[in-house]
């Protein structure tokens, strides 16, 4: 059973920076595609960017701000987010999943990023 805890959430100006965290347990981190998705109120899950074997995907309005990474040896997932704006407010989560981010079969609990304008 694969665990993900996230971290980093926060308050930040628009025009700000944050990173977020995701720190996987009980699996085999290396091997599995791993992904951001968001929540803002009221909208339904949306799919942020994704990483696998060195190869990131991201949706068109995070495109040339955020950047999706991973450190095998520490087992961890990390969203730098840059240039940040008011639509990106949301609960942010990371997920996993050992074929496909479609429908991840793991996911976090979550962390809030507000973006103040």
């Known amino acids: 059973q694969v665990q993900l805890v996230e971290s980093g959430g926060g308050l930040v100006q628009a025009g700000g920076s944050l990173r977020l965290s995701c720190a996987a347990s009980?699996?085999?981190?290396?091997?599995?595609?791993m992904g951001w998705f968001r929540q803002a109120p009221g909208k339904e899950r949306e799919f942020v960017g994704s990483?696998?074997?060195?190869?990131?995907n991201y949706r068109d309005s995070v495109k040339g701000r955020f950047t999706i990474s991973r450190d095998n040896a520490k087992s961890t997932l990390y969203l730098q987010m840059d240039s940040l704006k008011a639509e990106d407010t949301a609960v942010y989560y990371c997920?996993?999943?050992?074929?496909?981010?479609?429908?991840?079969?793991?996911w976090g609990q979550g962390t809030q990023v507000t973006v103040s304008s």
């Open positions: 997920a996993a999943d050992p074929w496909s981010i479609v429908r991840p079969s793991y």
């Open positions: 009980g699996g085999t981190f290396s091997s599995y595609v």
């Open positions: 990483i696998k074997s060195g190869y990131t």
